[in-house]
C-alpha cells in the first residue's frame, strides 16, 4: 500500500496558498477517483482506493504539526515509512516543476521536518511541487502563505495535474517509475 500524505493547513483562510497544494493533490485525486475523505482515528481525514492499493491522507493539524498526524496515519493503514509518500510545496523549485526522492532531508520544510522527527527517520519519500521561486527579501513563512498570483494559476493547475498523475504512477508502478517519468524541468 502507498499511503499519499497532502501536507497542508486546515480551515478556508489557507486555500489555495502555496503551503496547501499538496493537500489539494490529495483532495483532487479524491475526486478523480470518485471517493471521499472520512475523518481517521488520529489527526487526518482519509480515502482507500482498493484497487490500486491507495490511501489517501489529509491531515487535520496545521503543516507545522503533520508529523502527528502522519505517525497516525501509517499506523491506521499499517504501513510502513518507505511506503508512505509526503506530498508538498517547495519553494526551491520553480513553479510547476516536480521532483520525487526516496528519502532526504527536511530542505528547510518544517511540515516535513516534523515528520522527520515524529518517525525518527529522513527515510521516506516525497513528492515536492515547485512554487517558487522565493523573492528576494521575501519572509518564507509569509511566502508560503500566500495565493498564487493570477498569472500563475495556469501553471498552478498544470502542477495540480500532473502532480495527480504522479500519485496514480508511484501506485501502480513504482517509486522508481515515477521518478523517472516526472523528475524533470518545468517546460519553458
Excluded: W
Excluded at 482507500?48 to 497516525?72: F, H, I, M, W
Excluded at 517509475?177 to 524533470?184: F, G, K, L
Amino acid at each position: 500500500m502507498v499511503v499519499a500524505f497532502g501536507l497542508g493547513n486546515p480551515g478556508d483562510r489557507y486555500d489555495h496558498t502555496r503551503h496547501n497544494v499538496g493537500k489539494e493533490v490529495i483532495t483532487r485525486l479524491v475526486r478523480t477517483l470518485r471517493l471521499s475523505l472520512k475523518p481517521g482515528r488520529g489527526e487526518f481525514a482519509y480515502a482507500r482506493e482498493p484497487a490500486r492499493d491507495l490511501g489517501l491522507v489529509v491531515p487535520t493539524t496545521y503543516v507545522n504539526l503533520s508529523g502527528v498526524s502522519a505517525v497516525g496515519a501509517l499506523e491506521f493503514f499499517g504501513a510502513d515509512r518507505e511506503r508512505f509518500l509526503a506530498v508538498c510545496d517547495d519553494f526551491s523549485l520553480p513553479l510547476g516543476a516536480i521532483r520525487i526522492r526516496k528519502k532526504g532531508s527536511d530542505g528547510g520544510h518544517n511540515g516535513l521536518a516534523s515528520i522527520i522527527y515524529h518517525l525518527a527517520s529522513q527515510e521516506f519519500p516525497r513528492l515536492r511541487l515547485g512554487v517558487g521561486p522565493l523573492p528576494p527579501d521575501t519572509d518564507p513563512a509569509e511566502f508560503v502563505l500566500s495565493r498564487f498570483a493570477s498569472d500563475e494559476e495556469a501553471a498552478v493547475e498544470r502542477l495540480k495535474q500532473d502532480a495527480t498523475e504522479a500519485l496514480l504512477t508511484v501506485a501502480t508502478s513504482g517509486l522508481e517509475h515515477a521518478m523517472n517519468t516526472y523528475n524533470r524541468k518545468v517546460d519553458t
